[in-house]
């Protein structure tokens, strides 16, 4: 019997949920069938979220009704959810760092003997259920030690540990390399084979031929369109976004200028070491490279928010001293993390509050702040950004993904920041949203702005920047320009023993260029 022919087992109908001054489902239908998998598709802000997080018991409808096995039921409570066999895995792992794996898996159920925890049996269980995700990882080790994928398998072997029957992922492969991706796929079409229904969130439209049965559509609160998973995904972007997006790369190359941001023979003991790059006026770099390559802790070290043990940075010509951050913004560097919500954002400030972060300083004058200079530069960057909020007040952690990203690039905006570092600056945001993101990179660099874009999105990379440098072991082992950059260089690069030699080569060669140019004078995915 296909999935097709089997009754549904969760049924949503005309779901609705208001919060002050923002309707967020908005009469929203939605089914699930035992051994299916259902991706959920929508821009950010679309209702996906309140949707999931409804049917999870984190929030409760104002209207419309949930059927599970075709009966009405009510979900007040995760414990709800839980007892319905319906299990979520969100973006943010529900796990706890200082305990084992086999703790994590049973926390607050685990098997008891003579009124004691019986660690035994607990951790026999807790191998049985990871044997049955395919993840290597002892019953005993401790969750801190473990990399995002394995943490990722955790939190599904925890769910099947529940008897989940519908099994909710949320972006699951938003932070995992191709090959990570490629093993959680096989998982999924074994659980699919067993039965399980499964809703698959994903801003990855090239994912959802290769996993899905049938997509939901959500825009705006509503639930607008059910199609098969092998729709084009142009015609996935149409029916998320309202229109046609003809570029989705559309990138628009400015005339390069002087070197606004040099690097020089940067070094972090055991981590990386000899990197030396520029980037110019008007100029996007992306910096590709495999998990481990050092790509996000070289952003740090040339931000200062890590202090190198060799090297030098240079920002417009001036030398910034190592390690410290208040020295860079002065010179006009920012940096856009790779965590924005953990490290980009106060997320219990609104957004005023958090696009003037930066400038608060220069605002201040005799331990006065000037508020209402801030709130109209607030407002400027808000509107320029097209940032969708309900206003100024509005709490930075209720925005969306999309909209809490601009808040993030809005803040450097706002302190004018000629050299930007972007880091994973697309992540877990729509195709609507990071076109305007792209969009806003032209503007930057068309106004003489210069642009470092570190992504695991191999195509994002390639198609947004002027020239890519490659990471591989902590060294630069080369440098490619616009067209030289196919997914075959880089990789050939990424993947090179011989990288110290390719980075000498690379530099000398870079060097050799801007002369004739002008005068003389990872912790993140995979790829």
């Known amino acids: 019997m296909t999935a097709e022919d089997r009754a549904e087992i969760l049924r949503v109908r005309g779901l609705r949920k208001e919060f002050p001054g923002v309707v967020a489902l908005d009469g929203v239908d939605f089914g699930l069938r035992p051994g299916e998998v259902h991706v959920l598709l929508g821009e950010n802000g679309a209702g996906k979220s309140t949707l999931i997080k409804t049917l999870s018991g984190a929030h409760r409808p104002d209207a419309g009704r949930i059927e599970v096995d075709g009966e009405t039921v009510q979900i007040r409570s995760a414990q709800d959810a839980e007892r319905l066999g319906i299990a979520t895995i969100y973006q943010e792992f529900n796990l706890v760092p200082e305990l084992t794996v086999a703790e994590n898996l049973f926390l607050g159920r685990q098997p008891r ?50 008897d989940a029957r519908v099994l909710i992922m949320d972006e699951p492969t938003a932070v995992l390399t191709s090959g990570e991706v490629d093993r959680l796929f096989e998982i999924v079409r074994r659980l699919r084979e067993d039965g399980v229904a499964i809703v698959f969130i994903t801003h990855h439209l090239e994912e959802i031929a290769r996993i899905g049965d049938r997509v939901t559509v959500l825009r705006d609160g509503r639930s607008v369109a059910e199609v098969p998973a092998g729709t084009a995904e142009d015609e996935l972007v149409r029916l998320m976004v309202g229109r046609s997006i003809e570029q989705q790369y559309p990138r628009e190359p400015s005339e390069p200028g002087p070197a606004l941001l040099e690097v020089r023979g940067l070094g972090r003991r055991g981590v990386f070491s000899g990197v030396s790059f520029d980037v110019r006026a008007g100029e996007v770099v992306g910096l590709a490279g495999l998990v481990g390559a050092g790509r996000t802790e070289v952003a740090r070290a040339v931000f200062g928010a890590d202090r190198p043990d060799e090297g030098e940075v240079r920002v417009d010509g001036r030398a910034l001293p190592p ?62 950004l097209n940032v969708r909020m309900s206003g100024l007040r509005q709490t930075a952690g209720t925005l969306s993904g999309g909209n809490q990203q601009k808040v993030v ?112 004078r990872d912790n993140g995915g995979g790829i």
């Open 113 to 162: 003997r003579f009124g004691l925890v019986d660690r035994r049996a607990m951790n026999r269980a807790a191998g049985e259920l990871l044997a049955r995700v395919g993840v290597d990882v002892e019953p005993g080790a401790r969750m801190a030690g473990l990399g995002i994928a394995r943490s990722q398998m955790v939190e599904i072997a925890k769910a099947l540990g529940q």
């Open 323 to 384: 390690g410290d951050v208040h020295a860079a913004l002065e010179a006009g560097l920012g940096l856009v993390p790779e965590d924005r919500k953990g490290q980009g954002l106060v997320l219990g400030a609104d957004v005023q509050e958090n696009l003037g972060l930066v400038t608060l300083g220069r605002a201040s004058r005799g331990g006065l702040v000037d508020r209402a200079g801030q709130r109209r530069g607030a407002a400027e960057i808000a509107e320029r």
């Open 409 to 520: 690039i809005g803040k450097w905006l706002l302190a004018d920041a000629r050299v930007l570092i972007l880091d994973e600056p697309t992540r877990g945001i729509d195709v609507g949203a990071k076109v305007e993101i792209y969009q806003l990179v032209n503007r930057l660099t068309a106004s003489g702005h210069a642009v470092l874009m570190i992504s695991s999105d191999l195509p994002e990379v390639l198609g947004m920047s002027d020239r890519v440098l490659v990471m591989a072991r902590g060294r630069l082992a080369g440098e490619l320009s616009g067209e030289d950059a196919t997914q075959d260089a880089v990789m050939a690069l990424a993947l090179s023993e011989d990288g110290a030699a390719a980075a000498d080569t690379s530099r000398n060669e870079t060097k050799q260029t801007h002369a004739d140019d002008e005068p003389a």
